[in-house]
């Protein structure tokens, strides 16, 4: 070894050894760790941050809608808070607090209501940095969104009875009907202002069926969109002669690039669940029509359909449980519709849905057929079709075998615009594959053959056996 050599080395030494303890590489971290609304109609932001190794407290900048540069900077604040000993740990300092909490008062709410939380970590090091979960939590809308529908005036009623048109019409008020009344619009229960409506039929018809659907509208504060959707609706006792819809940010099609959009970010789950229709109740329905019956749009959660029956003809999926859609209830109901193209249900990138003590008749192509619809239309699938319930269901099918009435991970890329959602590292982008696994399949019953396909691991299928 050469003598410059040996005086380079020694010189280097010396170097890592004069060095401080504190001289690491600053790296800025942080999360934002949920959004709370208080009694009194504010809500609190909170969550932590620091520089890496610096023992200063942090500056975060809150925006609403969207990050810095698309969405609205509401205030700053200093992460100089209180926080847990593990905090501490993952920044490398002693004592200094990281925690923050920001409190939107109640008139502010009121402007920012259903807006996402996006929060930037001021580095004093290095490049600002968005902070971990940015994008996942919204700011909750105030109580009083939630308040009850009340019921149609008698002029209401009278218009939808007397109408002949089959246009829309929005219908935000609890409506009972007659056995023999007969309704020609299409019914629509739009925004905030549908929260809690009840339809009782008692009978009778709808003619050109229900949407259960979101707003859309502008933020004037924030320049974003906001989807305020109903909940807690019940339509029970009708007789539906078209397609029922429930829709969240999708509903308005002029605006589904949003949707993309938003799948192309993380926290696409919950930004669509979030503006989704909820606890919506579907009891003691007859759907009809040719098309699909019901269809279960994108984000909907904790929807039932209980004690229906399906007749009809169809060329497209009973019931389609559309992408991130999730803990939605059908249970008790009669498949009567010949589904001549397709599965009866279709659980397409869905979880956790019980689907249980059904009676399918006239299964042409299949009853229940769970997968990813990969790359359609450019939108991106987070979710996969998993932890599913089917059980105790009867299948009465005379088709071929190769039909499987009961079919986990059925697509597996098998689509030719599955690439049309490539570049990016998350979902049906990065994995065309449906994985679709911890499913139950238990204790259904067959006409002639079990016939349950099953082209993904880990299942659960057990206690299946054919009629007696």
Known sequence: MSGKTNYFLIFLLAILILLPAKAIAYGLKGYVDGTRLNSDGSVDIWGWACDDGDERALSVHIYLGAEAGKGKLYKGVLA??????????VCHT????????????????????????????????????????????????????????????????????????ASGVITNCNLT?????????????????????????????????????????????????????????????????????????????????????????????????????????????????????????????????????????????????????????????IFDTASRLREVIAVDGSAHNVIKNNVFNRIAKGAVHTYRNCGERGLIRHQTPDHNLIEGNTFNSSSPANTWAVWLASRNGNRNYCEDDSGYAFGSSADNRDLSRHNVVQYNYFQNYVSIKVDETPNTVHGNGLMH
């Open 94 to 165: 002693s004592n200094t607090s990281h925690r923050y909490l920001a409190t939107l008062p109640a008139s502010d709410v009121a402007k920012y209501a259903g807006q996402f939380v996006y929060i930037h970590g001021i580095s004093q090091h290095g490049p600002n940095r968005l902070l971990k979960n940015s994008g996942r939590y919204a700011i909750p809308r105030p109580l009083s969104a939630s308040s009850e529908a009340t019921d149609c005036t008698t002029s209401q009623k009278a218009s939808l009875l007397n109408s002949v048109s």
């Open 80 to 89: 100089n808070r209180a926080n847990e000993v593990l905090v501490n740990e």
């Open 177 to 333: 009907l007659n056995p023999t009344d007969r309704i020609i619009p299409r019914l629509h229960i739009r925004g905030l202002e549908g929260n809690g409506v009840v339809y009782d039929c008692r009978g009778a018809t709808l003619e050109n069926g229900i949407s259960i659907e979101a707003g859309t509208t502008l933020n004037p504060y924030t320049n974003t969109y906001d989807y305020p959707s109903p909940s807690n609706v019940t339509i029970k006792n009708c007789i539906i002669n078209k397609q029922v819809i429930v829709n969240g940010m999708a509903s308005n099609p002029n605006y589904f690039n949003n949707v993309i959009e938003s799948s192309r970010q993380l926290w696409h789950i919950e930004r669509v669940q979030f503006y989704a229709p909820k606890n919506i109740v579907f009891n003691n329905v007859t759907f009809g029509g040719d098309q699909t019956k019901l269809y279960v749009h994108i984000g909907t959660t904790n929807l039932s359909v209980r004690n229906s029956r399906f007749i009809g003809t169809s060329e497209h999926a009973v019931i389609y449980l559309e992408a991130e859609t999730a803990f939605n209830t059908i249970e008790n109901n």
